[in-house]
């Protein structure tokens, strides 16, 4: 499912605390959500200043998770 996002710092958190949810309910392992939660992070904050949108899709697997962002860059 691909879901198009407005770039603002304050919507990082929420993504952020959104896919460590869905990683919880596949019983990932608390260090592995917290690396993903820091992956996320830093990919996100790249796109702050560097473009209007981004696409986020997420894959949801019994023991993984496949997360792509997209984002047109000015």
Known sequence: NTKDII?????ISTLRLSISSIANTISM?????????VSISEVLNLFVDESEFFEISMDVFEDKIEIEVIAELD
């Open 7 to 11: 770039t603002e710092k304050k919507y």
């Open 29 to 37: 392992d608390i260090e592995n959500i917290e690396d993903l939660k």
